[in-house]
């Protein structure tokens, strides 16, 4: 028996309840965030269930490589942060650069996570095909927003 090296790349994972990981851009305590003016990037999104059943697959895997493991949901940056809680701030690439700096100079968070960069800039999708050919993985879980018992929206996931 040869050994099987897999590994899964995944973009932004959601958890039922709204709690969003792997995004850097939303990293970090609450608040708002800053984005280059003009830009806002789209973004994958996977559930958490999916990251799981990933996962599982990869465990069974028979072909070793890297598979990209996302949902059938993109939306745009600001969208995202909207729906948890962490809306963004459209700001001048000057002016980003400069607030910045002034974080790397003092080592502070003001910006609430790295204040410039390609991931402000530049969002990305993910083709699965290879990890639904070789480990048999398609999502099943959708995401979106759904309305609380209080009448306040979410993020949720759910089974299509």
Known sequence: DRLRVVLLRVPTVVTGGGFVYLNPSLAGRPGA????????????LVSDKDVARAVQAAVRAEH????????????????????????TV???GPLLRWIAAGERATGTDFAHGRAEGPHLRYGFTLDTSRAERHLGFRSTYRIGLARAGDGSFTLETASR
């Open 64 to 87: 070793s490589g890297i598979y990209n493991v996302a949902g059938s949901e993109v939306v745009p940056l600001s969208v995202l942060a909207r729906w948890t809680g962490r809306p």
């Open 33 to 44: 965030r800053l984005r280059a003016l003009g830009f806002d990037p789209i973004c994958s």
């Open 90 to 92: 459209p700001v001048p």
